[in-house]
């Protein structure tokens, strides 16, 4: 017998009116693993992960967190899964009028989960998690874009899920922070034993962090496999994009 | 052939617009009544409603003032003119007081907080939606109409009949001056309103503030909820609350007059 996936995802479409996004996107994702969609802007990825994060519903097809069926599940239902995956957006998408300290309190004030001295013992756990210590009375406007990138996964963090949806997590960075915030994703995986599905069309991230990874195409999926795997591909597509980070491109 | 590809073009623009129309009155009306259930279900937040109180309500009173004390002036400066030169001067205080309470003063409350704060909530909402907070919210299972719409209709509706009777204190208060400067004693100003209204007619002008605030709301918070593609986008949703609401004010104003006041009026 195998053990249930963490991620179930089967026959996956998702249309924006008339134009098909994603088309039969099949795919199980296991318990701690972290597993890399890849492809070029516009493929799709960021549409799938929405989908897994539950933010849009897929016209097609079912997506199974932990046994649960989010595609055909109702707003109230769907909000306690959601209450298990943690999110962290391209852009952060920290609040701006909040503190880093309010950013990352707010899924526990929200569901009251946490006050007081615990509420602030948990902020600065998170925050040493992410290397933020001490950043807690700071406004997301006076952070670089890796602060506030750290920022957001220490708010996912904070209501403590079991999965992890990164959206880019290295866009826009430097090599050197976007080196930083691959080993953070590692690390808070090793860590906490999180199962992470990471969104990138940034080859070298894909590549060092991935257990296995997908590429998707023009909203299918066109591969599946390891990092060494996708590597030495003989799939056209593929090899072009895998190896375009070799060549520079 | 040329006149049939123009009519089917014509008649395809008229089914979009009138697609959109529904689209639109079904998305307003969907928001205002989720955050009417989050209000009766006691999941609105108490500190937001009050900030958001203060934001739209009390900080909208100086605009308030400025175009009701302008616009009874405006209004005293041509009516005492011609009822004096008729002889109806004593008529003065009363026409002005009722145009004010039934409806100016209401009109002007509405369309300066559909200008002022309508446009803020539909920028601050928009702003939210493009830069993916609003995803954030639901992401961690936080429903945008609960955290976001629900204090400011609570807030809105809460203050607007302030603001209605602010404006009409305001628009009356400047009139009694300017009337005053044009030959009406202000005893007889004040004398023919009290012969003329009652607060049955300043009820009937603060009930329409009611229904204009739940408009604001439900229009910004809907306008700025759908904004996209960026600061673009954000512009967009804030121009067109701003239209739209005032043009749903001044269009529901019509009928709330009818309803309120028409069968009064068909029984005299």
């Not at chain 1, 004030?109 to 006050?115: F, L, N």
């Not at chain 2, 607007?160 to 009337?179: E, K």
């Amino acid at each position: 017998m195998t053990a249930q996936p963490a991620i179930a995802v089967e026959n996956v479409g998702y249309r924006a009116s008339d134009r098909v996004i994603l088309s039969g996107v099949s795919f199980n994702v296991a318990r701690g693993e972290v597993f890399s969609l890849m492809g070029q802007s516009g493929s799709g990825k960021t549409t799938l992960l929405k989908c897994l994060g539950g933010l849009i519903r897929p016209t097609g097809g079912s997506i199974r967190i932990d046994g649960h069926d989010i595609a055909a599940m109702g707003e109230a239902d769907l909000n306690r899964v959601r209450l298990r995956i943690g999110f962290v957006f391209q852009y952060a998408a920290l609040f701006d009028s909040m503190t880093v300290f309010d950013n990352v309190a707010f899924g526990l004030v929200q569901h009251r989960r946490a006050k007081g001295s615990q509420l602030r013992t948990i902020v600065r756990e998170r925050l040493a998690d992410v290397h933020l210590e001490g950043a807690e009375g700071l406004y997301p406007a006076e952070l670089s874009g890796g602060m506030q990138k750290r920022v957001g996964l220490a708010r996912a963090l904070a209501i403590d899920p079991a999965v992890l949806l990164y959206d880019e997590p290295t866009s826009g960075l430097d090599p050197v922070t976007g080196r930083a915030i691959d080993d953070l994703i590692v690390e808070t995986r090793d860590r906490l034993g999180v199962t992470s599905v990471v969104v990138s069309h940034d080859i070298p991230t894909v590549l060092r962090i991935s257990d296995r990874a997908a590429m998707i195409s023009e909203g299918m999926l066109v591969a599946l496999d390891t990092p060494e795997g996708l590597r030495d591909s003989d799939e056209p597509l593929v090899r072009e994009f895998v190896h375009s980070a070799d060549s520079g491109g | 052939m040329a006149t049939e590809g123009a009519a089917v073009r014509r008649n395809g623009r008229q089914s979009n617009a009138l697609y959109d129309t529904l689209i639109f009155v079904g998305d307003s009306w969907g928001i205002a009544l989720q955050a009417i259930g989050c209000i009766l279900r006691g999941k609105v937040r108490l500190r937001e409603t009050v900030r958001q109180m203060a934001a739209i309500g009390v900080d909208s009173l100086p605009i308030v003032v400025a175009t009701a004390v302008s616009t009874g002036a405006v209004l005293a400066f041509y009516m005492s003119g011609v009822l004096v030169q008729f002889g109806a001067d004593a008529f003065t205080g009363g026409t002005i007081a009722l145009t004010f309470l039934l409806e100016l003063g209401p009109l002007l409350a509405g369309v300066m907080v559909a200008a002022r704060s309508g446009a803020a909530i539909a920028a601050e909402i928009g702003t939210m939606v493009v830069t993916e907070q609003v995803d954030a919210l639901r992401s961690m299972a936080v429903s945008p109409i609960a955290y976001l719409v629900a204090p400011r209709l609570a807030a809105c509706v809460a203050m607007m009949p302030l603001c209605g009777f602010v404006s009409d204190v305001a628009g009356i208060g400047g009139s009694i001056v300017m009337a005053s400067l044009h030959g009406v004693p202000v005893e007889a100003f004040l004398d023919s309103m009290r012969l003329m209204a009652d607060e049955t007619d300043l009820a009937k002008g603060l009930i329409k503030t009611l229904w204009f605030g739940l408009t604001i709301v439900a229009v910004a918070c809907r306008q700025g909820l759908r904004a996209k593609r960026g600061a673009a986008g954000v512009g967009r949703a804030t121009t067109s609350s701003v239209v739209l609401c005032v043009v749903l004010i001044f269009v529901s104003d019509f009928f709330l007059a009818q309803l309120l006041t028409g069968a009064s009026v068909a029984t005299q």
